[in-house]
C-alpha cells in the first residue's frame, strides 16, 4: 500500500492528476498480477466545491446587479419627482 497526501498549499487536483498519469506509466512494467487502485480520493468533493463556489457567486453578482439597478431605477424615479416638484407640477 501506499499512501500519498499533497503537502499544505499544494494543488491537489493537480497532484491527483500527475499521481493518476504517472501510475499509467508505471503500470505497464508490473506484473500481470498486480493492479493499482484509488481507494480513497477527495477531488471528486474539491471539484464539486469549487464549481458550487463559483454557481454561488454568479448568482451572487446577478443578485447585487438586479439590487443595484432596482436601487437606480428607484433613485431616477425620485430625482424626477423632485425635478417636477421643483418646476411647481404638484399634483
Known amino acids: 500500500m501506499l499512501a500519498i497526501q499533497a503537502s499544505t498549499g499544494a494543488n491537489a487536483l493537480a497532484t491527483a492528476d500527475g499521481v493518476r498519469a504517472r501510475m499509467a506509466e508505471l503500470e505497464q512494467g508490473f506484473p500481470p498480477d498486480i493492479t493499482w487502485s484509488v481507494p480513497y480520493d477527495t477531488t471528486p468533493f474539491i471539484s464539486a466545491s469549487i464549481s458550487e463556489v463559483v ?24 430625482l424626477l419627482e423632485v425635478k417636477r416638484l421643483r418646476a411647481g407640477g404638484i399634483d
Open 55 to 78: 454557481h454561488t457567486l454568479a448568482e451572487a453578482m446577478l443578485l447585487v446587479f438586479v439590487v443595484m439597478y432596482a436601487g437606480m431605477l428607484g433613485c431616477g424615479l425620485m
